[in-house]
Nanobody
Framework: QVQLVESGGGLVQTGGSLRLSCAAS????????MGWFRQAPGKEREFVAA????????YYADSVKGRFTISRDNAKNTVYLQMNSLKPEDTAVYCC???????????????????WGQGTRVTVST
């Protein structure tokens, strides 16, 4: 069992930056593949970024590629999402997710993840 708690959300102006954190508790965090998803008001949840257990492989949605960076610190049981050059369309609730054994639908399908955090809200003003 893994518990995930996100932090770091808030209000930022267009062009600004935020760093989200996802702290995990439970066993064997370093063996889990992690992902970030977001859900904007009135829209479906969408994939943002993902990272394998080793941190050597990362994946991004086209909409955030070049602006967002996912990383992890297995010693701290934490995964991060550095978000730069933020746009109003990045406004959403951001959730992190974890899975022990990624399958073929990983990383972009939300159904590929077993554990979810409650989310942290990011608002980008114009």
């Amino acid at each position: 069992q893994v518990q995930l708690v996100e932090s770091g959300g808030g209000l930022v102006q267009t062009g600004g930056s935020l760093r989200l954190s996802c702290a995990a508790s439970g066993r064997a965090f370093s063996s889990y593949a992690m992902g970030w998803f977001r859900q904007a008001p009135g829209k479906e949840r969408e994939f943002v970024a993902a990272i394998l257990w080793s941190g050597t492989s990362t994946y991004y949605a086209d909409s955030v590629k070049g602006r967002f960076t996912i990383s992890r610190d297995n010693a701290k049981n934490t995964v991060y999402l550095q978000m730069n050059s933020l746009k109003p369309e990045d406004t959403a609730v951001y959730c992190c997710a974890a899975v022990g054994q990624p399958r073929s639908t990983w990383p972009k399908s939300s159904g590929a993840y077993a554990y979810w955090g409650q989310g942290t809200r990011v608002t980008v003003s114009t």
